[in-house]
């Protein structure tokens, strides 16, 4: 079992960045794949990140990529969401989640989730 908290959350103007973290409790955390997701108003939730166990590999979306940065710190029991460059099309809830052994972005195989952290940006 895996309980994930997100933090980090905000209101930020256009052009800004923000740091998200995800705090984890279980002591095999570092056997997860880790991932970030988001879901706005009237959307289905999508696919931001992740980040295998070894913190050796990630993928991003097309939309997010070279502007977010997936992290993990495994002797801390977190993962973080750098997010530089955001624009109004970022503003979403940010969801943590995590699964042991798939590495993508398929929200049914993800196991555990976060309760989720609002994201605003300003335009």
């Known amino acids: 079992q895996v309980q994930l908290v997100e933090s980090g959350g905000g209101l930020v103007q256009a052009g800004g960045s923000l740091r998200l973290s995800c705090a984890a409790s279980g002591r095999t955390f570092n056997m997860y794949t880790m991932g970030w997701f988001r879901q706005a108003p009237g959307k289905e939730r999508e696919f931001v990140a992740a980040?295998?166990?070894?913190?050796?590999?990630?993928k991003y979306s097309d939309s997010v990529k070279g502007r977010f940065t997936i992290l993990r710190d495994n002797f801390k029991n977190t993962v973080h969401l750098q997010m530089n460059s955001l624009t109004a099309d970022d503003t979403a809830v940010y969801y943590c989640?995590?699964?042991?052994?798939?590495?993508?972005?398929?929200?049914?195989?993800?196991?555990?989730w976060g309760q989720g952290t609002q994201v605003t940006v300003s335009s």
């Open positions: 989640a995590a699964n042991l052994g798939y590495f993508g972005s398929k929200v049914s195989l993800y196991d555990y």
């Open positions: 980040i295998k166990w070894s913190g050796g590999n990630t």
